[in-house]
């Protein structure tokens, strides 16, 4: 990588001021980026999750690959990541089976460790962090689990403030199974405090809430629907006074805006209940929710930084009216998605959330405050910036400023976000008004000197909204 000395990239940062700006419509909010790039996904996964398992404030990716074990993509600080399961995960050996991935901090050291679920009677694994992103396999810390484990729940079930796990069966001659956290990674087995599922089937899947507002976390059940109490000291009853629908495949998270978590089923029932506290649930769907819902799978997020939980599914948007009612906003979605959701998280550090669609070659990225360039720059030609505010939903332009240097950095500015540029050598390349249904582009011309390939161009924008914020990281080499 070469570097340019501070006159020219004084010289090359001030072109921006004076370039004149053009328009570039925004039709999506979320668009497929050269930038973010992923790598190869495996043949076969049943689940990922997203953690900062390394501390460098950036979302890195875990992948629950079935008998390809655990895959781990590091986030490489502009958006891409690189596959680094090599050195960070430990071999596990052939008995691996990963079925899904957690991760959480069970051993109270201030970084995140893995907790990974395995069917085929596989014994589940516990990976502990070094610090670093770096994780050693302390499955030992488990009690005897050898069994078909087809998902888990992670929560603190004892109300403790530690880690708990709650291993779902998938035999229908194995019960379910919880382990509970002495506070240190070391686990016990406390299945005696558990009701006795196997009569009613093995449900598909759990999730933690608290249905009944009490402080504690029950559980919910899918497939069949049973709602299981916490009744105190990490034991769990069977209960019928709560009053909540059934559905499949069940996202918890407060709609409404009340304080007290709502449910949506995204399956075959799809539904939207709104809590009312004391385990009573109101159903709104005819009222709250499109007809257009088509999947099976879905996510809760605030997609539109309104403060409220939005919906997202793969080719499908839902936003939140700040009531609750859900509007169907899928226009807004990339044209070619997969069919197969992923993961949503801000990848890009520019504070909102974007997407990763399975078996995606790329991130899509939310252009809710984002910068980004069709071409590479090349010497003797016009290296076009795009800046978007807020594509097509904006109500007021959006004033920002473009940050320039020769190379990388990292500093946390607290509420401003992350300053991805050289902190030393950040200059200040322009401002532009963004208008309410265009983006600002930015022609920056190259010189004709050949000198110049191999320079890296670093640019990032700032957002001066109510709360002012950083953008996106945007760094390339002059080819």
Same mark, same amino acid.
């Given at each position: 990588?070469?570097?340019?000395?501070?006159?020219?990239?004084?010289?090359?940062?001030? /072109?921006?001021?004076?370039?004149?700006?053009?328009?570039? /419509?925004?039709?999506?909010?979320?668009?497929?980026?050269?930038? +973010?790039?992923?790598?190869?996904?495996?043949?076969?996964?049943?689940?990922?999750?997203?953690?900062?398992?390394?501390?460098?404030?950036?979302?890195?990716?875990?992948?629950?690959?079935?008998?390809?074990?655990?895959?781990?993509?590091?986030?490489?600080?502009?958006?891409?990541?690189?596959?680094?399961?090599?050195?960070?995960?430990?071999?596990?050996?052939?008995?691996?089976?990963?079925?899904?991935?957690?991760? @959480?901090?069970?051993?109270?050291?201030?970084?995140?460790?893995?907790?990974?679920?395995?069917?085929?009677?596989?014994?589940?694994?516990?990976?502990?962090?070094?610090?670093?992103?770096?994780?050693?396999?302390?499955?030992?810390?488990?009690?005897?689990?050898?069994?078909? /484990?087809?998902?888990?729940?992670?929560?603190?079930?004892?109300?403790?403030?530690?880690?708990?796990?709650?291993?779902?069966?998938?035999?229908?001659?194995?019960?379910?199974?919880?382990?509970?956290?002495?506070?240190?990674?070391?686990?016990?087995?406390?299945?005696?405090?558990?009701?006795?599922?196997?009569?009613?089937?093995?449900?598909?899947?759990?999730?933690?809430?608290?249905?009944?507002?009490?402080?504690?976390?029950?559980?919910?059940?899918?497939?069949?629907?049973?709602?299981?109490?916490?009744?105190?000291?990490?034991?769990?009853?069977?209960?019928?006074?709560?009053?909540?629908?059934?559905?499949? /495949?069940?996202?918890? @998270?407060?709609?409404?805006?009340?304080?007290?978590?709502?449910?949506?089923?995204?399956?075959?029932?799809?539904?939207?209940?709104?809590?009312? #506290?004391?385990?009573? %649930?109101?159903?709104?769907?005819?009222?709250?929710?499109?007809?257009?819902?088509?999947?099976?799978? @879905?996510?809760?997020?605030?997609?539109?930084?309104?403060?409220?939980?939005?919906?997202? @599914?793969?080719?499908?948007?839902?936003?939140?009216?700040?009531?609750?009612?859900?509007?169907?906003?899928?226009?807004?979605?990339?044209?070619?998605?997969?069919?197969?959701?992923?993961?949503?998280?801000?990848?890009?550090?520019?504070?909102?959330?974007?997407?990763?669609?399975? %078996?995606?070659? +790329?991130?899509?990225?939310?252009?809710?405050? +984002?910068?980004?360039?069709?071409?590479?720059?090349?010497?003797?030609?016009?290296?076009?910036?795009?800046? +978007?505010?807020?594509?097509? %939903?904006?109500?007021?332009?959006?004033?920002?400023?473009?940050?320039?240097?020769?190379?990388?950095?990292?500093? #946390?500015?607290?509420?401003?976000?992350?300053?991805?540029?050289?902190?030393?050598?950040?200059?200040?390349?322009?401002?532009?008004?963004?208008?309410?249904?265009?983006?600002?582009?930015?022609?920056?011309?190259?010189?004709?000197?050949?000198?110049?390939?191999?320079?890296?161009?670093? %640019?990032?924008?700032?957002?001066?909204?109510?709360?002012?914020?950083?953008?996106?990281?945007?760094?390339?080499?002059?080819?």
């Amino acid at each position: 990588m070469r570097i340019l000395d501070f006159g020219l990239a004084m010289s090359l940062a001030c /072109t921006v001021s004076i370039a004149q700006q053009a328009a570039q /419509t925004d039709h999506h909010q979320f668009r497929t980026s050269r930038f +973010h790039a992923l790598p190869a996904w495996p043949i076969s996964h049943y689940n990922s999750a997203t953690a900062d398992v390394n501390k460098d404030g950036l979302l890195d990716i875990l992948i629950a690959a079935d008998y390809g074990g655990v895959l781990l993509w590091i986030n490489d600080g502009t958006g891409g990541f690189r596959d680094e399961t090599k050195t960070r995960i430990p071999n596990l050996g052939p008995r691996v089976a990963s079925t899904q991935i957690d991760a @959480a901090d069970v051993d109270a050291d201030g970084d995140l460790d893995l907790i990974i679920a395995n069917d085929t009677d596989f014994p589940n694994s516990l990976l502990l962090n070094n610090g670093s992103g770096v994780f050693a396999d302390m499955s030992q810390n488990f009690p005897a689990n050898a069994q078909w /484990t087809s998902a888990q729940v992670v929560f603190d079930a004892d109300g403790d403030g530690d880690t708990d796990v709650f291993f779902v069966s998938g035999s229908g001659k194995q019960s379910h199974q919880l382990f509970l956290n002495d506070g240190t990674g070391k686990f016990r087995d406390a299945s005696s405090g558990l009701p006795n599922f196997l009569p009613y089937g093995l449900p598909v899947s759990i999730v933690a809430v608290d249905l009944d507002n009490d402080g504690d976390l029950d559980l919910l059940c899918e497939s069949p629907v049973l709602v299981v109490e916490n009744v105190g000291n990490a034991r769990f009853a069977l209960s019928t006074k709560f009053q909540v629908p059934g559905g499949w /495949t069940a996202k918890v @998270a407060d709609f409404d805006s009340d304080g007290i978590q709502d449910v949506f089923y995204a399956g075959i029932t799809k539904r939207l209940l709104f809590g009312k #506290g004391a385990g009573t %649930y109101l159903d709104v769907t005819k009222s709250h929710m499109p007809a257009s819902w088509t999947t099976d799978e @879905a996510a809760i997020a605030d997609l539109d930084g309104d403060g409220d939980m939005d919906v997202v @599914a793969a080719r499908m948007l839902w936003l939140n009216d700040g009531s609750g009612r859900l509007v169907d906003a899928s226009i807004r979605m990339p044209l070619r998605a997969s069919m197969h959701l992923g993961l949503i998280g801000d990848f890009d550090a520019d504070g909102d959330a974007d997407i990763v669609h399975s %078996y995606a070659k +790329h991130v899509a990225v939310n252009l809710h405050h +984002h910068l980004d360039a069709d071409e590479p720059p090349s010497v003797g030609g016009m290296y076009a910036l795009h800046v +978007h505010a807020k594509p097509g %939903y904006a109500d007021r332009p959006t004033p920002s400023i473009l940050l320039f240097a020769p190379k990388l950095g990292r500093l #946390g500015l607290g509420k401003l976000g992350i300053l991805g540029l050289d902190p030393v050598q950040t200059m200040t390349a322009g401002a532009v008004n963004i208008s309410t249904t265009r983006a600002a582009t930015f022609p920056v011309p190259i010189p004709a000197n050949a000198q110049l390939r191999g320079v890296q161009l670093c %640019y990032q924008p700032l957002f001066l909204d109510a709360q002012p914020r950083l953008g996106n990281v945007l760094a390339e080499f002059i080819q």
